[in-house]
Nanobody, 113 residues
Framework: QVQIVESGGGLVQPGGSLRLSCAAS????????MGWYRQPPGKQREMVAI???????NYADSVRGRFTIARDNAKNMVFLQMNNLKPEDTGVYYC???????WGQGTQVTVSS
């Protein structure tokens, strides 16, 4: 069974930064894209950023210029550097492997004064 584990969430003030990490293990094809999604309280899950195996990245308009996604193919890991955080960034952040439709259990990010 594929296992996906996120870490790095927490409480941060507006304007602060956090770095999320995701580690995937099991029978994983390294050519799969990896991404980050988030679910604000009471809202549907939305794409935040996704990165291909070659390193091409796409971002949601709301985070472009503030967030950076990166990956380590050798370790099956993906990262999300979040800068200049806003209260609307609050939510549970999930690591996702679209090619096998697998999700982590999420890590909570709270941006509040």
């Amino acid at each position: 069974q594929v296992q996906i584990v996120e870490s790095g969430g927490g409480l941060v003030q507006p304007g602060g930064s956090l770095r999320l990490s995701c580690a995937a293990s099991g029978n994983i094809y390294r050519g799969y894209a990896m991404g980050w999604y988030r679910q604000p309280p009471g809202k549907q899950r939305e794409m935040v950023a996704i990165i291909s195996s070659r390193g091409d990245a796409n971002y949601a308009d709301s985070v472009r210029g503030r967030f950076t996604i990166a990956r380590d193919n050798a370790k099956n890991m993906v990262f999300l550097q979040m800068n200049n955080l806003k209260p609307e960034d609050t939510g549970v952040y999930y690591c996702h492997l679209p090619g096998i439709d697998s999700w982590g259990q999420g890590t909570q990010v709270t941006v509040s004064s």
